[in-house]
């Protein structure tokens, strides 16, 4: 067979691969999507597509060989990148999961900021980054309070120790060691300060939605906006900026960087805000 009745064929089992996960037949699908790879196994969507049947399946070793080899085709396989995450979270590798999905989430913002997939890899990552902060809050809590009770229990130790050399001078003795175990509940609870939940700083969160932003965009009157959000309203709503009222087009937007970075670095500290509602 010729390499270009090849492709033809190729293509033609992926079109039947794609009516049947459509209606479900995921067994069948793969199996149209297998040939397909046969014949071509150079064509990165042939592996995602048939990604997305074993992911429908919950057959995630399968997921990540096949994103895996997609990859190889194309890096910049957004799909490949955001199943592949999907696998190592499934195998509880959250570092190397998290890595992917945030390559996928940029690979994703680069193609299309309003796609409905750089929102759906976005819940997923918040969801990963939430579980990683929530992993490690519990066992920083553990530790915390292990070394409090260890901390009170020297310091009433000290304290008993000491009443027999201060006779007469109990009631300072007693002042002091009070005073010590104040001062030691207030360390600790600064040190458990960051993984309280409390509210994200208004700077930090988008005009319209509200929400701590996650691809700040400034535009030329200063005024920065969640960027999926102000290119659906210059698209449906009109070529102006909503706060100020002055004409504005999506290619006056620019990626506000330094807010970007605040908010990386207030997420790493404060995990508890990826939290979705």
């Known amino acids: 067979m010729s390499p270009t009745t090849a492709a ?3 293509e033609l089992l992926r079109q039947d691969g794609n009516l049947y ?3 479900d037949r995921f067994a069948a699908a793969i199996d149209a999507y297998t040939e397909a790879i046969v014949l071509c196994p150079n064509v990165p969507v042939y592996w995602t597509n048939r990604a997305l049947c074993h992911r429908k399946r919950n057959e995630w070793t399968r997921v990540e060989e096949d994103c895996r080899r997609a990859i190889e085709l194309d890096h910049r396989s957004v799909k490949a990148h955001y199943m592949l995450g999907l696998a190592l979270l ?4 959250f570092a190397e999961g998290v890595k992917e999905l945030e390559k996928a989430l940029d690979l994703g913002r680069g193609a299309n900021p309003k796609g409905y997939m750089v929102e759906e890899i976005w819940q ?3 969801r990963a980054k939430y579980l990683l902060w929530d992993n490690e809050s519990t066992r920083r809590s553990w530790e915390l309070q292990n070394l409090k009770e260890a901390c009170e229990a020297a310091l009433k130790e000290k304290y008993f120790l000491d ?3 201060t006779e007469g001078y109990v009631d300072e003795n007693t002042e002091s060691n009070l005073d010590q175990l104040e001062a030691l509940e207030r360390v600790f609870s600064k040190a458990a300060e960051d993984d309280n939940p409390t509210e994200v700083p208004d700077f930090l969160c988008c005009k319209i939605t509200l929400d701590i932003f996650r691809d700040p965009v400034i535009t030329p009157s200063g005024v920065t906006y969640e960027r999926a959000v102000i290119l659906d309203h210059l698209d449906k709503v009109g070529k102006f900026d909503p706060i100020t009222r002055e004409p504005l087009y999506p290619t006056q937007l620019v990626s506000n960087l330094a807010l ?4 990386k670095t207030y997420l790493d500290a404060h995990g508890w805000a990826y939290k979705m509602d």
């Open 8 to 10: 033809k064929q190729a």
């Open 21 to 23: 996960f459509k209606k």
């Open 90 to 93: 499934q195998k509880r590798e």
């Open 124 to 126: 997923e990552l918040a």
């Open 163 to 165: 009443a027999p050399q």
């Open 260 to 263: 970007k970075e605040a908010v």
